[in-house]
């Protein structure tokens, strides 16, 4: 393992786990998430996706009071009264997620045995599963991992040869994954989470599990004790992550490697020309990866390898090493990783170093924008799709595209006074 | 436990936020979990700010749970104070931390800091954004100025004669994450200058310690957003015998009003009642024939205290409109609110619960919303044109162009903003003659430049389980009565088929047929 490993801690700039309802209730749109929590929680959710117009809202907030504080009224009568409005007024919802808040932990409200006994109730019309997605557990995706962890337990057992691609991916990818491994010779291949919260994939001794995104850990050891086979492979971003990521499944399945290689080498082919363009803006500049949502040892080692960027320094928030091996041999050697955060640190190092391109959250965008250095906030990369050999172009144009722009927009923003003027 | 689908404030240390964000050389600990830096984003991309909010959180995780939370909250004021080295020093809690009770202020006050440290107490559980930020707002200015306090009040705001100088007031309330402050500001400042006032201090946006400092300096306190600075405002009357006015300037007979208030307290000949006429174009455009078939338009109202006012009165007074619902979410201004729904025949919606406020906008049938963006979901679900005039916003709410809602200027925008949102006359006409059209049907607003306009479903899908529980079986709608009811313009069918349906079951009716729905239109005289 060529990278240099080292741990820093101190003040965070990350996203609670609360914030994955963002994008999994759209993937989701039959289920509801409710978060047990204080109003703070509440806000974070409306401040990041109630820019949008929802005529029938998919989240919400049971927020706790003085009363339930002060253990004058009892919790669990009063989270069932919740979920008895909130589902009267929402029949359609077929999955209610309770999702558990700092709050709600410190304060040790069980909503495990909440959700048991709102099932109960609900006889099956409804099915109710908790997750946590505090902040002082969870950071960002660790909350898709935490409500597809929840899932496991509800997935039904087949003995069925099949593939699962776990991880949120974009419609349009999965459809396109989906094409490509029936190509190869896979016929079933199933997701998780999937686009109803009903139609739960099977799992069992016949299904090999592909990770699509690296935050899965938990979500990953509870498959393996349902009896499933995951990989180990590095994620599917760029084209020669997506291609490894591909063979590691067809060597599971024992295809041939001519007919794997006949599929996939005109897309690595054509992912190559896609690339070029890209290649070339990016090519020796130099980046910096700010700890957000473990996607960042898999995206520097594609912008250092099929991009041409030099790591300066990749943070993430948390390094999950056995799952990470994979990404972690491809880094180049001495590669500095840094596993946790003291911002205001980790912003004088940035500063030092004034790096070309500085992947962050948007609550540092654009201050160091201000400053004068380019930035790619990193939030849009879980929004996107990003997944599979064909997006390779798209993933690179995510961060050629800030780069672009300032050439673009910074000379006509920044005249200098010496340029002769029109009518001179 | 509150079922909350959409809160209208942030919790209080999101307040404080406001105000430490809003200031320079004012920094804030915030003893906060992991995640809390979420509120970053208001500022950096809401109020779209190239430099970060003064706030250094503690970001505990579950693993310092166990240790010693204390000397992480004394490290990170200690890193703070150093590396910032503010001239003030906010310290508080948010809703976790304050469950663990660390007693973050006590901690920073006994490190033998050399800027003043004030103490936050917000109790996250009972208390919200605004609270928070009129807390923070009262205990800085009070820990400022208290060593400045004579013991016995006395203050002149007509002492600026005698001194010869021109009269000078400050502007209290405008902050980070206000409705529009960053132009109300500019707006009122141009106002004042026009009739030879200037302005002292601005706070808390864009002041500084010293200038907190310089506020008893200034002959009177204009109170611009009473949410965040009444408190504030009064402590200096109370203190300093500093008057402070009570008008808000939104709206054309608003501002003429704040205009006689300042006047008066400061002892100048008040200004002419045409000047309104003469500055603004709203007073014109709304006089204009363009605009007469706004009169009568229902429209229902909700937001802040101060928001909804002023909104009702240029609704009533200075649109013509008639106003069907009047709310607030502010419980401070509940009183005001009240009276003011009470003059125009109403019940004031007193409430931060969105799904009764969406029962509310449901019951009245208004055809237009001017809320916050909250009331933008419910419009949407209700296919209602909606404009937002008050906080919670979104980042269209902070524009790069000028667009105050004070003053004469901010009346042209707030012209052009909620008479947007309506049906512009010859269609609406049009579509009330011909219904069978292929591209102009029903529900569509042409000028909003997309097709269909409003989701027809919206109209005809049954109102939600929570605004039907309340209502008793009704009688029955026929055939030819739904037929006629189609017929109705699209806009005005709601409060159609609500007096239909009333005015049928007074009269005992089981069946609503197109005679009934005639019946009920001459009984309604509508």
């Known amino acids: 393992m060529g990278a240099n490993l080292r741990k820093e801690s101190g003040p965070r700039e990350v996203f609670c786990g609360l914030t994955s309802i963002v994008w999994l209730h759209r993937r989701m749109p039959d289920a509801f998430f409710l978060v047990v929590g204080s109003r703070t929680c509440a806000h974070l959710i409306q401040s990041a996706a ?47 997620f309770l999702v558990g808040s700092c709050p709600s932990e410190v304060i040790k409200l069980d909503l495990a045995r909440a959700s048991e006994r709102l099932n109960e109730e609900l006889q099956g019309r409804v099915r109710v599963v908790n997750y946590s997605g505090s902040g002082i557990e969870t950071t960002f995706t660790e909350g898709e991992d935490g409500a597809l962890s929840a899932l496991v337990p509800f997935l039904p057992s087949t003995d069925k040869r099949q593939l699962l691609l776990a991880g949120t991916l974009a419609d349009a990818v999965e459809d396109r994954l989906v094409h490509l491994f ?3 010779g896979i016929e079933t291949v199933c997701s998780l989470p999937p686009r109803q919260s009903t139609e739960l994939p099977g799992v069992g001794p016949g299904t090999t599990v592909l990770l699509t995104q690296p935050f899965l850990s938990n979500t990953a050891r509870l498959l393996k004790e349902r009896g499933a086979k995951v990989l180990s492979s590095p994620f599917p971003l760029g084209a020669e992550g997506s291609r490894r990521w591909m063979e590691t499944a067809c060597r599971d399945f024992n295809l041939p490697g001519d007919r794997v290689a006949a599929v996939l080498d005109p897309l690595e082919e054509r992912a190559r020309m896609a690339l070029a363009p890209h290649r070339a803006e990016l090519t020796g500049k130099r980046i910096v990866l700010l700890p957000e949502s473990q996607l960042e040892i898999p995206l520097g080692r594609f912008l250092q390898r099929e991009c041409g960027m030099e790591l300066v320094e990749v943070g993430t928030p948390y390094l999950n090493r056995e799952q990470m091996a994979p990404e972690l041999e491809l880094l180049p050697e001495g590669t500095d990783v840094t596993e946790g955060q003291h911002v205001e640190q980790q912003l ?77 | 436990m509150q079922l909350t689908l959409w809160t209208y404030e942030g919790p209080p240390h999101v307040g404080a936020m406001r105000i430490a964000a809003s200031m320079h ?55 703070a104070a150093e590396r910032f080295r503010p001239d003030a020093l906010l310290v508080g809690e948010s809703c976790t931390a304050e469950l663990i009770q660390d007693q973050p202020g006590a901690l920073a006050q006994g490190m033998g800091l050399s800027m003043p440290v004030v103490t936050l107490e917000l109790p996250a559980y009972s208390k919200k954004e605004n609270w928070g930020a009129a807390e923070t707002l009262y205990q800085l200015v009070r820990n400022l100025l208290k060593p400045q306090a004579p013991d016995q009040p006395q203050h002149d705001p007509k002492a600026w004669m005698a001194v010869g100088r021109r009269p000078r007031v400050n502007l209290i309330g405008p902050s980070l994450l206000g409705f529009r402050c960053r132009d109300d500001v500019l707006e009122i400042q141009r106002l004042l200058t026009v009739h030879g006032i200037d302005v002292g201090v601005v706070a808390p946006l864009g002041a500084e310690v010293s200038d907190i400092q310089r506020i008893p300096q200034a002959d009177l306190n204009v109170c611009l957003y009473p949410e965040i600075a009444e408190s504030s405002c009064s402590w200096l009357e109370r203190s300093f015998g500093m008057p402070f006015t009570r008008t808000v300037p939104i709206g054309v007979g608003a501002t003429h009003d704040f205009l006689v208030e300042l006047h008066t307290l400061l002892g100048m000949d008040s200004p002419t009642g045409e000047e309104g006429y003469r500055c603004s174009r709203l007073p014109w455009y709304s006089e204009s024939v363009d605009s007469t078939y706004l009169t009568g338009k229902r429209v229902f109202i909700f937001g802040d205290g101060s928001h909804a006012l002023a909104a009702a009165r240029i609704c009533s007074e200075e649109l013509g409109f008639k106003v069907v619902g009047l709310g607030t979410y502010s419980r401070e ?39 916050t963006q909250m009331e933008r979901h419910s419009a949407k679900r209700l296919g209602i044109p909606c404009a937002v005039i008050s906080t919670p916003m979104h980042v269209q709410d902070v524009p790069a162009r000028n667009s105050p809602q004070m003053g004469w200027e901010g009346a ?115």
């Open chain 1, 50 to 96: 109630g820019v949008m117009i929802f005529a029938e809202p998919r989240f919400g907030t049971a927020i706790l009071n003085e009363r339930d504080l002060a253990g004058l009224a009892d919790a669990h009568d009063e989270l069932d009264r919740v979920a008895r409005e909130l589902l009267a007024r929402r029949p359609e919802i077929r999955t209610l």
């Open chain 1, 182 to 184: 029936a190509r190869l």
């Open chain 1, 348 to 424: 004088d190092r940035v500063r030092d170093q004034h790096p070309d391109l500085v992947v962050c959250g948007m609550g540092l965008a654009n201050p160091l924008e201000a400053e004068g250095i380019t930035t790619k906030w990193s939030i849009e990369l879980v929004f996107s799709p990003i997944h599979g050999i064909d997006q390779a172009g798209d993933l690179a144009e995510l961060f050629s595209r800030p780069l672009r722009r300032r050439q673009l927009i910074h000379p006509a923003l920044h005249p200098q006074t010496s340029n002769p003027s029109i009518h001179a």
């Open chain 2, 25 to 79: 050389g004012v920094h804030y600990v915030l003893h906060a979990p992991q995640g809390d830096t979420y509120a970053d984003l208001l500022f950096t991309m809401i109020e779209r700010r190239g430099q970060r909010p003064p706030v250094t959180y503690t970001t505990f995780q579950a693993r310092d749970l166990g240790g010693d939370t204390a000397e992480l909250v004394k490290r990170t004021v200690r890193e």
């Open chain 2, 333 to 371: 201004m509940a009183r005001s609110v009240r009276a003011a729904a009470k003059e125009l025949g109403l019940e004031a919606l007193i409430s931060d619960d969105y799904l009764e406020v969406e029962a509310a906008m449901a019951d009245a049938a208004p055809e237009l919303v001017l809320g």
């Open chain 2, 412 to 526: 042209n925008v707030i012209f052009d903003a909620w008479v947007h949102p309506l049906m512009m006359g010859l269609e609406e006409h049009l579509i009330g003659m011909f219904r069978h059209d292929f591209e102009f049907v029903d529900g569509h607003q042409s000028h909003l430049g997309h097709r269909g306009g409003t989701d027809q479903a919206a109209e005809e899908h049954s109102p939600s389980p929570v605004v039907m529980s309340h209502e008793e079986q009704g009688p029955v709608w026929t055939a030819d009565g739904e037929a006629e009811l189609k017929k109705i313009p699209f806009f005005v069918r709601g409060k159609v088929r609500r007096n239909t349906e009333t005015y049928a079951r007074q009269e005992g009716r089981l069946e609503i047929s197109s005679e009934t729905l005639y019946d009920a239109k001459a009984h309604y005289k509508a």
